[in-house]
């Protein structure tokens, strides 16, 4: 095997065994009917398409340039949206500002204000998505204008996105949005939604860096880490952004855990929105408290 088709790290053994299960649950589905455990399957996997096209944008994934734009496009494809996007909204914006006031996407800047509830949970995704395409249409306007061929290569992950999508309607309609559109939807949302669960009631002010401790994120140390990618150790990927995802959970018990304020520290993803989104609405304990110095006073009217 040519050394540009080896992995860079052999744990991304998962990322490809997701990356071939996934069309193979779709087929199933298309070809055998309608099944709750693969539909479930299905959901699931959806979710790990989102986490690996964000790890391959951290890292990439394989050693030579052909696999990796050859990924970027079959994330695109599995994923329901192009791959690059990830550059202009989390790259250079999410990663850069840590849910500070000029992140684009900060969970504080919308007309709810600083909010950690079920309505504002569902809500994000398409607030976030209403703040983070005009940064992206103007970063797509930058490259056409300086780098004419990375604009194409970009503009070919929305011709597949909106070329398989138009296949799959034209093929079946009932089938291509059921087994293809609402799925990648699914994904996209939790995708959206990752980051609120993350970073609502964190510190998106100055104050969250200093004193040694990390304020702007919440981890979550459940099953969802080995599942997902460890997705859940969130301030130990910020402050490492170039770590592969296999290397997060001793960052985060060596070091980030404790430098993390206890009330950020979660144990499993379903029991704390249970918690908090569900027994909060009866029980004002179960509530989450801000910690955001500036969430506040900072909301969508007051712009980036």
């Not at 779709?26 to 996997?45: D, E, K, N, Q």
């Not at 006031?101 to 709810?112: G, P």
């Not at 070329?163 to 079946?172: E, H, I, P, V, Y």
Request: contains cysteine; proline residues 5%.
């Amino acid at each position: 095997m040519s050394a540009a088709w080896r992995l860079r790290h052999p744990r991304d053994w998962q990322s490809l065994l997701y990356l071939i299960v996934y069309p193979v649950v779709v087929v199933a589905l298309w070809r055998g009917g309608f099944s709750w455990i693969l539909y479930g399957l299905l959901l699931f996997l959806t979710l790990g398409m989102g986490v690996i096209n964000h790890n391959h944008h951290h890292v990439r994934m394989w050693r030579g340039r052909l696999p990796n734009r050859l990924t970027d496009f079959w994330l695109t494809l599995l994923q329901g949206h192009p791959a690059c996007v990830f550059w202009p909204a989390h790259g250079c914006n999410h990663h850069r500002y840590k849910h500070g006031q000029k992140d684009v996407a900060r969970t504080y800047r919308f007309w709810r204000g600083d909010t950690n509830d079920a309505l504002g949970w569902l809500m994000h995704p398409f607030e976030a998505v209403l703040a983070l395409y005009p940064a992206i249409y103007a970063w797509l306007g930058r490259l056409r204008r300086h780098w004419p061929g990375v604009w194409g290569y970009c503009l070919a992950q929305y011709g597949l996105w909106l070329g398989s999508w138009t296949l799959a309607l034209a093929l079946d309609p009932v089938k291509g949005f059921l087994y293809v559109i609402v799925p990648q939807l699914h994904g996209l949302h939790w995708l959206l939604t990752t980051n609120y669960l993350q970073h609502a009631h964190a510190d998106g002010s100055h104050q969250a860096h200093q004193g040694g401790q990390l304020s702007y994120a919440r981890n979550f140390e459940g099953l969802i880490n080995p599942l997902l990618f460890n997705i859940g150790l969130h301030v130990a990927h910020h402050e490492h952004s170039r770590a592969h995802w296999s290397e997060l959970k001793r960052l985060h018990d060596t070091e980030y855990r404790a430098r993390t304020p206890e009330t950020l520290n979660e144990g499993g993803l379903v029991p704390y929105m249970l918690r908090v989104f569900v027994l909060g609405l009866f029980v004002p304990r179960y509530r989450s408290q801000t910690m955001n110095a500036v969430g506040q006073t900072t909301h969508w009217r007051d712009g980036v």
